[in-house]
């Protein structure tokens, strides 16, 4: 249905917790917490709070690699944040992200007597361990490093037209809106034209090499090429953009990247739900498939 409705803004707009849709009970105008409620901590250097969203995946999946690139170092403890129950409103959480968005991230490595790192925002969080671990994942200098960061902020910039724009307004919202639909599908469409085109020249989004850049874009229009997201497939016929489905499988089939999907999600297939992780036998013997009920 389209509502072609005229909406007249008032002069001072004022908060209807009504007027939210499925998310009206997590959205609110204001910031900092809402609750008290101490975060979990466990026994590794790193310790992440986030949930299997997209955002989520980028920092389980960097983690991974580094952990399957020989760097102990990268061990962590990934807690599981439920945002629909409110659960990134705790004041825990707030002091780690003041935004209160997943993921969030506490870097404990310093040791006993050392205040741990907090690092907030997923392309933050993903040149935060790149550097931490000698440029893992992350070219050092030149040209290389330039295109990673370009690509690594593109996607940042971008995906919110994807997530908040297309994704809400096609899947999420009250009513289903002509104007709004037809915008961010434009805008979709024309991202991923801009990753075709890039990809039909060069393996991965910065060159020969992959980093960080395609792990950031990996989880949003990897997943949105394959026909994962929204079930908005067919009406964007992604089926088009033959390059970055060549792309989304590439990397689909390393063995870090499928482990790192499964950390934190609660969504699929149960062998493919790992609610938390703390140990990497945990894919082995934690999956929702294995866990009681």
Known sequence: MTDNTAYVPPQVWHWDRGNGGQFASINRPVAGATHEQALPVGRHPLQLYSLGTPNGVKVTVMLEELLAAGHAGAEYDAWLIRINEGQQFGSGFVEVNPN?????????????????????????????????????????????????????????????????????????????QQYPIDRYAMEVKRQMDVLDRLLATRPYLAGEQYTIADMAAWPWYGALAKGQMYGAGEFLSVHEYTHVIRWADQIARRPAAQRGRKVNRTHGEPASQLHERHEASDFDTRTQDKVAP
């Open 100 to 176: 209160s968005k997943i993921p969030a991230l506490l870097d404990r490595s310093g040791g006993p007597g050392v205040a741990p790192v907090r690092v907030f925002e997923s392309g933050a969080i993903l040149m935060y361990l790149a550097e931490k671990f000698g440029g893992a994942f992350l070219p050092a200098g030149g040209p290389e490093r330039a295109e990673t960061l370009s690509w690594l902020f593109w996607q940042v910039g971008s995906a919110p037209f994807l997530g908040g724009g297309f994704g809400h307004f096609y899947a999420y919202a009250p009513t289903k």
